[in-house]
């Protein structure tokens, strides 16, 4: 079949990479990383012009979201079910951590960039929260 057809695409890799970009637009797959893992987790990001939508294909995947305006506060986690779609609003701080066999599909602004999506570090307890809720979840000592 021709690529002006049906356009396919895969990531068997890991982390994160954008695999369809179009007009202002981006999907892109995020697999598990061991940077990804809750022990590993230090810091926190938004997206301060743009929501972004995460879809949890197989496996397991929390989302972490946290108050704050100019640094994260309160921390709540998600646990994500596979096939419902969970959109992290504009300016909103997140994080996330996956499971070995994960696959989640990315949809954001095609023009979210480090530029516009501020980190902000964690303290050392609020890292330690995102191990808790993890082990509260997941249970083990950081999940599955």
């Given amino acids: 079949m021709q690529n002006n057809l049906l356009e396919i695409q895969e990531y068997i890799g890991e982390g994160y990479k954008p695999l ?24 926190m990001q938004r997206h301060n012009e743009t929501d972004e939508v995460f879809v949890l294909l197989q496996g397991r ?3 972490f979201v946290g108050e704050g ?10 646990d994500l079910e596979p096939g419902k779609i969970y959109n992290v609003k504009r300016a909103v701080w997140h994080t996330h951590t996956l499971s070995f066999e994960a696959k989640v599909l990315v949809v954001e602004n095609r023009e979210t960039t480090y530029d516009n999506s501020p980190s902000s570090p964690l303290t050392p307890a609020q890292h330690q929260e995102l191990v808790r809720l993890t082990r509260s979840l997941w249970g083990g000592d950081d999940g599955p």
């Fill in 20 to 43: 369809v970009d179009f007009e202002s637009w981006r999907v892109a797959m995020l697999n598990y990383s061991p940077a990804l893992r809750p022990d590993q987790l230090t810091q």
């Fill in 61 to 63: 995947c929390i989302l």
């Fill in 69 to 78: 305006e100019k640094r994260v506060g309160r921390i709540y986690a998600a």
